[in-house]
């Protein structure tokens, strides 16, 4: 059974920090390169950071590089987002998944927004 559960969102003042969790079923998470994605309002869904299936290897899109890190626990099927210096550009539901797309599947989301 595939399954993705985001947590970790919330409302945040600008500059500030979240770190997001995502558990994954193993059908989905073993041994496969994991992602997070975002949709803001009116937007399509965006690629935010990679990760190898070791995690040896990241990427990040230009926007968030070097205020976000994606990080994996593998023995407990995990997917991380530390977010530090939040702008209010960030503000979006976040998404985990694998990457490339494994499953035409989606979780429910965690929504971050950023405000004064």
């Known amino acids: 059974q595939v399954q993705l559960v985001e947590s970790g969102g919330g409302l945040v003042q600008p500059g500030g920090s979240l770190r997001l969790s995502c558990a994954a079923s193993?059908?989905?998470?073993?041994?496969?390169?994991m992602a997070w994605y975002r949709q803001a309002p009116g937007n399509q869904r965006e690629l935010v950071a990679t990760i190898s299936s070791n995690g040896g290897i990241t990427s990040y899109a230009d926007s968030v590089k070097a205020r976000f890190t994606i990080s994996r626990d593998n023995a407990n099927n995990t997917l991380y987002l530390q977010m530090n210096g939040l702008k209010p550009e960030d503000t979006a539901v976040y998404y985990c998944?694998?990457?490339?797309?494994?499953?035409?599947?989606w979780g429910q989301g965690t929504q971050v927004s950023v405000s004064s």
């Open positions: 193993g059908s989905i998470f073993s041994g496969y390169p």
């Open positions: 998944n694998s990457h490339p797309l494994k499953y035409d599947y």
